[in-house]
């Protein structure tokens, strides 16, 4: 029959005899179980014992934490709290050294109890403690025990840290901006300061005063000491008001922590970090980790105040940066004279900008976050990067198929999604270590990071083909793709650029598909043959929807005009899928146009094959090595009977999925783009959600359904998101 639930076997030691092996009843008074021990070792005065664990910190049992008490527990029988604070409290005032050297080292081992150290603090043993640093009589090991006991007793939160005087704290930061100090002493002192700054207002402006920025990166070199530096420089930083955070002064390894963010000083501190810690010789731990995730979350905090600004649209100061935006973009035109004309021109070229309101692009800046350090994040690129700023904006002010990136719409909604995925403003949490190395790599690393993030924008927003209404699917790729690179923690923005290009819009859905499919009931043999019996009919739908496209036609610039006026041609396939048409156009149609518009045809029956990229007979002329690799990729030909050529270049990687894969199709061949494996991948995933919520109803039709006669008709839409 097992024990009672009360019932709790242990074993109980003490010095110089054997151990009692007793069963304690958890109903019986702890005094009694105390007074019944000592009886079998006739030792008197029960009331001056205790019982204690025998391995681990050794902490005293009391009534309330007698219920943690195990089965097999060893535990010691040992003088109580108060006799033993009693005891110490004596010696640590004797006159001899090696016993004064013994009290100390126990005091700092029991203070961690807090049973002890409340009867310590009773009798006023922080006092003690404290009048002996205060003296500056200890030094070496006796100093490091004393100022180890002091940090114990203080964190139980018995006593206020409002009550340490300034001669304590000056004694300490003395510890801290001496030359040469124990390793032991510095780290005891340095946590003892960090707590004064996180437990007391009052001590915040005592503690700054007296440590400067200078005195503590010196100590970032020692790795012995490195995170208990860091973790005061967090405390203080994060204790300082509002307005001191971001001053800057012109000395200021020589100004006082309140004054930390000032920029030099963060410069030398984020070097000093990055060369001593990050790439130092030793792995990082925990803490360290978690200390270099606040000061991250602290110094992007810095940009909360200009997040949370609106823009003043009558500042004439904050419109004439949106006026510099314009005039970098544009080389500087020459203003015309007439104001009217003036404001015309600057319409145009703010909604080329990508702007939402064209005639006061102000505006914009007005919802808060991102506020202002949106415009800050532009202004940045435009003088920094001014090439790619130039690029990105006259790269899609120049299109006319309605694809245009809107960059300065762009610029602010990434601006938002960045502060939220760093969580800007928000206080760092307990225990999380997420720092990344890359923002220690630059001086202005939340700017870097918007560059490249923007450029990541525009690149995906050409991939997905995307128009005005895929603004917000756009944006949550982007997110995925941001974060998905986040977590592969780059050590530096170069490598973050290289972990982005790796993660195009191909690759999202790739690992959406594949993540979705990697589920356990996904792998299991039924669901396994339920796709397999799918993807011949989803192949089919796929085939269709290429082919319908097709017979909508699409229209191609002409290659290799250097004229003003741009030239274009269309083709489209006949709706009974046996005819090419194509014929030049003298500006891009609005729509589909029709048969007989579209002088030249070529039979189906007449093509041998298709051809992509440098195979393309276009692609292989002289005139064409000048090419860049984009036009290559967007290259195809069909070559027809007799030994005569069509040559295409896509607008886009859409386009040209779409009009190779339909030709493959329609030459009864495999359509093996990477756009046809992704609709291939999402469609069987519905389908296969679809069927499985009713496991009955899974035979597949006989035959697909016919071709309809009407191309539009048998279209489906494709969801990004």
Request: charged share 25%; net charge negative.
């Given at each position: 029959?097992?024990?009672?639930?009360?019932?709790?076997?242990?074993?109980?030691e003490?010095?110089?005899a054997?151990?009692?092996?007793?069963?304690?009843?958890?109903?019986?008074?702890?005094s009694?179980?105390?007074?019944?021990?000592?009886?079998?070792?006739?030792?008197?005065?029960?009331?001056?014992?205790?019982?204690?664990?025998?391995?681990?910190p050794?902490?005293?049992?009391?009534?309330?934490?007698?219920?943690?008490?195990?089965?097999g527990?060893?535990?010691?029988?040992?003088?109580?709290?108060?006799r033993?604070?009693?005891?110490?409290?004596?010696?640590?005032?004797?006159?001899?050294?090696?016993?004064?050297?013994?009290?100390?080292?126990?005091?700092?081992?029991?203070?961690?109890?807090?049973?002890?150290?409340?009867?310590?603090?009773?009798?006023?043993?922080?006092?003690?403690?404290?009048r002996?640093?205060?003296?500056?009589?200890?030094?070496?090991?006796?100093?490091?025990?004393?100022?180890?006991?002091?940090?114990?007793?203080?964190?139980?939160?018995i006593?206020?840290?409002?009550?340490i005087?300034?001669?304590f704290?000056?004694q300490?930061?003395?510890?801290?901006?001496?030359?040469?100090?124990?390793?032991?002493?510095?780290?005891?002192?340095?946590?003892?300061?960090e707590s004064?700054?996180?437990?007391?207002?009052?001590?915040?402006?005592?503690?700054?005063?007296?440590i400067?920025?200078?005195?503590?990166?010196?100590?970032?070199?020692?790795?012995?000491?490195?995170?208990?530096?860091?973790?005061?420089?967090?405390a203080?930083?994060?204790?300082?008001?509002?307005?001191?955070?971001?001053?800057?002064?012109t000395?200021?390894?020589?100004q006082?922590?309140t004054?930390?963010?000032?920029?030099?000083?963060q410069?030398?501190?984020r070097?000093?970090?990055l060369?001593?810690?990050?790439?130092?010789?030793r792995?990082?731990?925990?803490?360290?980790a978690?200390?270099?995730?606040?000061?991250q979350?602290?110094?992007?905090?810095?940009?909360?105040?200009?997040?949370?600004?609106?823009m003043?649209?009558?500042?004439q100061?904050?419109?004439?940066?949106?006026?510099?935006?314009?005039?970098?973009?544009?080389?500087?035109?020459?203003?015309?004279?007439?104001?009217?004309?003036?404001?015309?021109?600057?319409?145009?070229?703010y909604?080329?900008?990508?702007?939402?309101?064209?005639?006061?692009?102000?505006?914009?800046?007005?919802?808060?976050?991102?506020?202002?350090l949106?415009?800050?994040?532009m202004?940045y690129?435009?003088?920094?990067?001014?090439?790619?700023?130039?690029?990105?904006?006259?790269?899609?002010?120049?299109?006319?198929?309605?694809h245009?990136?809107?960059f300065?719409?762009?610029?602010?909604?990434?601006?938002?999604?960045l502060?939220?995925?760093?969580?800007?403003?928000?206080?760092?949490?307990?225990?999380?270590?997420?720092?990344?190395?890359m923002?220690?790599?630059h001086?202005?690393?939340?700017e870097?990071?918007?560059?490249?993030?923007?450029?990541?924008?525009?690149?995906?927003?050409?991939?997905?083909?995307?128009?005005?209404?895929?603004f917000?699917?756009?944006?949550?790729?982007?997110?995925?793709?941001?974060?998905?690179?986040?977590?592969?923690?780059?050590?530096?923005?170069?490598?973050?650029?290289n972990k982005?290009?790796?993660?195009?819009?191909?690759?999202?859905?790739?690992?959406?598909?594949?993540?979705?499919?990697?589920?356990?009931?996904f792998?299991?043999?039924?669901?396994?043959?339920?796709?397999?019996?799918?993807?011949?009919?989803?192949?089919?739908?796929?085939?269709?929807?290429?082919?319908?496209?097709?017979?909508?036609?699409?229209?191609?610039?002409?290659?290799?005009?250097?004229?003003?006026?741009?030239k274009?041609?269309?083709?489209?396939?006949?709706?009974?899928?046996?005819?090419?048409?194509?014929?030049?156009?003298?500006?891009s149609?609005?729509?589909?146009?029709?048969?007989?518009?579209?002088?030249?045809k070529?039979?189906?029956?007449d093509?041998?094959?298709?051809?992509?990229?440098?195979?393309?007979?276009?692609?292989?002329e002289?005139?064409a090595?000048?090419?860049?690799?984009?036009?290559?990729?967007?290259?195809?030909?069909?070559?027809?009977d007799?030994?005569?050529?069509?040559?295409?270049?896509?607008?886009?990687?859409?386009?040209?999925?779409?009009?190779?894969d339909?030709l493959?199709?329609?030459?009864?061949?495999?359509?093996?783009?990477?756009?046809?494996?992704s609709?291939?991948?999402?469609?069987?995933?519905?389908e296969?959600?679809?069927?499985?919520?009713?496991?009955?109803?899974?035979?597949?039709?006989?035959?697909?359904?016919?071709?309809?006669?009407?191309?539009?008709?048998?279209n489906?839409?494709?969801?990004?998101?």
């Open positions: 029959m097992p024990p009672p639930a009360d019932i709790v076997k242990v074993a109980i003490w010095p110089g054997n151990a009692q092996l007793i069963e304690m009843d958890q109903k019986r008074p702890l009694s179980i105390i007074r019944e021990v000592c009886d079998g070792w006739s030792l008197s005065g029960s009331e001056q014992f205790a019982l204690r664990y025998a391995d681990g050794q902490l005293y049992i009391t009534e309330q934490s007698r219920g943690e008490i195990k089965n527990t060893i535990l010691r029988l040992a003088i109580s709290p108060a033993a604070a009693r005891q110490l409290l004596e010696r640590i005032q004797s006159h001899g050294i090696d016993a004064r050297l013994e009290a100390l080292k126990e005091l700092a081992k029991l203070s961690a109890d807090p049973t002890f150290a409340t009867e310590f603090i009773n009798m006023e043993g922080i006092g003690t403690l404290a002996l640093v205060e003296s500056g009589t200890h030094f070496g090991e006796m100093l490091a025990f004393t100022l180890t006991a002091f940090l114990e007793l203080m964190d139980h939160g006593v206020s840290w409002d009550l005087s300034l001669s704290i000056k300490i930061a003395g510890y801290v901006n001496q030359p040469m100090v124990d390793v032991s002493i510095l780290q005891r002192s340095l946590a003892i300061l004064m700054v996180l437990n007391s207002h009052s001590l915040y402006h005592r503690v700054a005063q007296e400067t920025v200078g005195q503590l990166i010196g100590h970032l070199s020692n790795q012995e000491i490195q995170t208990y530096a860091i973790a005061l420089i967090n203080l930083f994060l204790k300082a008001p509002e307005d001191r955070r971001q001053e800057d002064y000395n200021p390894l020589e006082h922590l004054e930390m963010a000032s920029t030099l000083a410069k030398h501190l070097s000093i970090i060369n001593h810690v990050i790439r130092g010789n792995p990082i731990k925990a803490e360290m978690h200390q270099l995730y606040v000061l979350v602290l110094t992007f905090n810095l940009l909360e105040e200009r997040m949370m600004t609106k003043d649209p009558n500042d100061a904050q419109r004439d940066i949106i006026f510099e935006l314009r005039r970098i973009a544009f080389d500087g035109e020459n203003d015309p004279t007439g104001t009217e004309k003036r404001k015309a021109m600057y319409t145009k070229d909604k080329m900008l990508g702007f939402t309101n064209h005639v006061n692009p102000a505006m914009d800046f007005t919802q808060t976050p991102p506020g202002m949106a415009l800050d994040n202004l690129l435009a003088k920094v990067h001014q090439d790619t700023y130039i690029r990105i904006v006259l790269e899609n002010s120049s299109r006319e198929d309605k245009e990136c809107p300065g719409r762009c610029a602010i909604e990434l601006t938002r999604m502060c939220e995925i760093l969580q800007v403003g928000e206080l760092p949490n307990e225990g999380c270590n997420d720092y990344h190395p923002f220690f790599t001086d202005r690393a939340w870097e990071f918007f560059c490249v993030c923007i450029q990541l924008l525009n690149k995906t927003w050409k991939e997905m083909r995307a128009t005005a209404e895929d917000n699917k756009v944006m949550q790729v982007v997110r995925e793709q941001i974060t998905r690179a986040l977590a592969m923690k780059p050590s530096s923005l170069d490598q973050l650029k982005l290009r790796g993660l195009n819009y191909s690759e999202i859905l790739r690992l959406r598909q594949s993540e979705r499919m990697s589920q356990d009931d792998q299991s043999p039924p669901i396994i043959e339920l796709r397999e019996r799918i993807q011949p009919e989803i192949l089919e739908l796929i085939k269709q929807q290429r082919l319908n496209r097709l017979c909508e036609g699409s229209c191609f610039r002409k290659l290799g005009n250097r004229r003003r006026q741009e274009f041609w269309f083709c489209r396939l006949s709706l009974n899928h046996k005819v090419l048409h194509y014929g030049d156009l003298d500006e149609p609005q729509g589909e146009v029709p048969f007989e518009l579209l002088s030249d070529i039979p189906v029956s093509i041998k094959s298709v051809v992509t990229g440098k195979d393309c007979p276009h692609m292989k002289k005139s090595l000048k090419q860049n690799k984009e036009v290559l990729e967007l290259a195809f030909s069909v070559l027809y007799p030994d005569e050529t069509l040559n295409f270049v896509a607008p886009n990687k859409y386009e040209y999925c779409i009009w190779t339909g493959c199709a329609l030459l009864g061949r495999e359509m093996g783009s990477d756009l046809t494996r609709d291939l991948d999402t469609l069987i995933s519905m296969m959600k679809l069927r499985l919520l009713d496991l009955e109803n899974i035979t597949i039709p006989e035959a697909p359904p016919p071709v309809p006669k009407e191309p539009s008709s048998y489906f839409t494709y969801n990004y998101s």
